[in-house]
């Protein structure tokens, strides 16, 4: 009888965790080539679908999104809200700040000098000074092949399904 019990037991709790996980997170598996080499063409991904209800959003967190056609789309969130956002020389600076992005050196090492982010001001790409409340700026990590905030605007925090928590596979 005991032994019964912790074997339902032991049912249960594996069919509620699954039940659980599948809740809190999905899969996603990257199409194209916008996120290399950060993520490639056919990496599975597990989205956080609601660690952004309970956490701030934070630089750098990459993000699952609604685009404006309602296209799924995945980048990495560069401005927060209320911050000025320039790049001049492939350098980032925020709020006036100089701003590392170590995850774009080996993209830098292979682009042979050129720049991998073009200049622009926030205000040239989206007429605004700054990121207004509730949004963020998004680029991909494949600067030269991406369609981001430079193109379609900022991100509204509405369209956000959530952050990636890992990347589950090789491809």
Not at 21 to 49: C, D, H, W
Not at 132 to 159: C, E, M, Q, T
Request: charged share 30%.
């Amino acid at each position: 009888m005991k032994k019964r019990f912790w074997v339902i037991a032991g049912v249960l709790f594996i069919i509620i965790g699954i039940q659980v996980k599948n809740a809190v997170f999905i899969e996603y598996k990257v199409e194209g080539v916008s996120m290399n080499p950060t993520f490639q063409e056919g990496n599975k991904l597990l989205i956080n679908r609601f660690a952004h209800h309970f956490q701030t959003i934070g630089r750098f967190d990459i993000v699952l999104f609604k685009g404006p056609e309602k296209d799924i789309f995945i980048k990495r969130v560069i401005g927060l809200p209320g911050e000025t956002l320039r790049y001049e020389d492939d350098q980032l600076y925020i709020n006036e700040k100089k701003i590392k992005e170590p995850y774009l050196d080996d993209l830098k090492a292979v682009t042979a000098g050129g720049d991998l982010t073009g200049d622009f001001t926030l205000k040239e790409v989206t007429g605004e000074e700054k990121i207004p409340a509730n949004h963020y700026f998004v680029l991909g990590d494949n600067r030269i092949h991406s369609n981001d905030s430079r193109h379609f605007g900022f991100v509204s925090d509405k369209d956000i399904v959530g952050i990636v928590a890992e990347k589950i596979d090789e491809k």
